[in-house]
């Protein structure tokens, strides 16, 4: 059994005191990281009540549904921010991240109580691999986010279009490293490359700025 | 063996322009090569997932989810490219300059009826709906298109009519499925939407060249 409530309690407890010491952006993005690891949570739940609802093993619904309900709750706390508080497209891009990270963060924890901390290299691939899988996914909704967010029609449709852009990128991690061998290696190492690929494209699109 | 083929071949071409969109994107910050780019992209890893799914564990994935609503969304991405290359922003749905317009959301209807025979209703009834806009846009901006700048963009729109003839072809040819052999006509229209990215690349080059 995997108390996964007890340890979002556990986890979230200090980050919360600590946010009523912060103040402007630094608040805004640990509200973010925060609301990530509490979508990671409602996730979790969603997943496993859809793969109920269509009589998914939990294997089958970590390839097929999961990837497209993660996608979508990561996404929820910036659509709000956006929607409600009117964020300018660059302050949510950075809150897209933001919630990722959170994400990520709180299901590596979760990884970790399953199945223990004795291997470190292991972990530090799969830690790298997942966080790097959150954030290109959270970056190509920040991408959009930031080109699309101008006209309305283009709003409405342009999120739907990059939650299945992040989706299928996530859902084809997943294949990958539910296999054995040297492709779970290959699987890891394909957020990493891609977020190389959007680190180098950020750095020489700022240059030329 | 052939169909593989095909799709292995169908795989680099996308992955390829969504690789020449990113880095055009990077370069003129033209926001059609984003889209162009998320089209193509998007394109990839959906036949990427499905065909990995295919070769790991024998079958396709009992909920198609994921990949159908990536194809969705690389029609969404290529309404968007439109809307980008043209010279004034207009809404999605622009009026019919020929009265004849109205017989595309009569044919995407009608096919999306046929495919529910194997298809489930909400993903045809989408399928029907994008389709329907897709081939009403190249179709209207086509019949718009009067000066010379306006002329470079005719190769797009003719490119995105060949893309949503050989999707449509691709999916009637897979309700008779005869086998993985030339003979099949859904080799040949899968065949033609490799091609299609291919000229999209170009079309889009055309279009935003100043």
């Given at each position: 059994m995997n108390y996964i409530e007890n340890i979002f309690v556990c986890i979230t407890a200090p980050l919360i005191v600590a946010m009523f010491f912060l103040r402007g952006k630094?608040?805004?993005?640990?509200?973010?990281?925060?609301?990530?690891?509490?979508?990671?949570?409602?996730?979790?739940?969603?997943s496993t009540f859809l793969a109920a609802l269509q009589g998914a093993d939990i294997f089958t619904a970590s390839l097929e549904i999961s990837p497209l309900v993660e996608e979508v709750m990561k996404l929820l706390p910036v659509l709000f921010y956006l929607i409600v508080f009117g964020a300018d497209a660059d302050d949510a891009a950075d809150a897209v991240l933001m919630t990722a990270a959170g994400f990520a963060t709180f299901e590596n924890i979760c990884y970790l109580i399953q199945n223990g901390a004795d291997d470190l290299f292991g972990l530090a691939v799969r830690g790298f691999g997942t966080g790097a899988m959150h954030i290109v996914c959270g970056s190509i909704a920040g991408l959009g986010i930031m080109h699309l967010w101008k006209r309305k029609w283009i709003r409405a449709a342009g999120t739907l279009a990059l939650l299945s852009a992040a989706s299928v990128f996530h859902?084809?991690?997943?294949?990958?490293?539910?296999?054995?061998?040297?492709?779970?290696?290959?699987?890891?190492?394909?957020?990493?490359?891609?977020?190389?690929?959007?680190?180098?494209?950020?750095?020489?699109?700022?240059?030329?700025? | 063996m052939i169909e593989t083929i095909v799709n292995a071949v169908q795989l680099i071409v996308t992955a390829l322009a969504a690789g020449f969109a990113a880095y055009r994107f990077v370069?003129?910050?033209?926001?059609?090569?984003?889209?162009?780019?998320?089209?193509?992209?998007?394109?990839?890893?959906?036949?990427?997932?499905?065909?990995?799914y295919l070769i790991f564990y024998g079958e396709t994935p009992h909920f198609s989810y994921?990949?159908?609503?990536?194809?969705?969304?690389?029609?969404?991405?290529?309404?968007?490219?439109?809307?980008?290359?043209?010279?004034?922003?207009?809404?999605?749905?622009?009026?019919?300059?020929?009265?004849?317009?109205?017989l595309v959301p009569v044919f995407t209807a009608g096919m999306g009826v046929f495919y529910m025979q194997w298809g489930d209703p909400i993903g045809n009834i989408i399928a029907a709906v994008l389709m329907c806009l897709l081939i009403w846009q190249s179709i209207n901006d086509l019949i718009a298109l009067k000066d010379e700048v306006c002329k470079k963009k005719r190769l797009l729109y003719i490119t995105v009519l060949i893309y949503c003839v050989s999707e449509y072809g691709a999916w009637t040819a897979s309700c008779y499925w005869i086998g993985d052999t030339l003979l099949n006509p859904y080799i040949w229209f899968d065949a033609l939407l490799s091609v299609t990215f291919i000229l999209l690349t170009i079309a889009v080059e055309r279009a935003v060249r100043r």
């Open positions: 630094t608040l805004r993005m640990m509200i973010f990281m925060l609301a990530g690891m509490g979508m990671c949570l409602l996730s979790a739940y969603i859902g084809t991690y997943n294949i990958l490293v539910s296999q054995t061998g040297a492709i779970v290696y290959i699987g890891y190492s394909i957020p990493l490359v891609t977020a190389a690929v959007i680190i180098a494209a950020k750095v020489r699109s700022s240059r030329k700025i | 370069t003129s910050r033209h926001r059609a090569w984003l889209m162009f780019g998320f089209a193509s992209g998007v394109s990839f890893l959906s036949n990427l997932y499905w065909q990995l994921i990949p159908d609503v990536s194809w969705y969304a690389s029609y969404v991405f290529l309404l968007m490219l439109m809307h980008e290359v043209r010279s004034v922003p207009l809404p999605v749905f622009t009026r019919p300059r020929s009265r004849l317009l109205w």
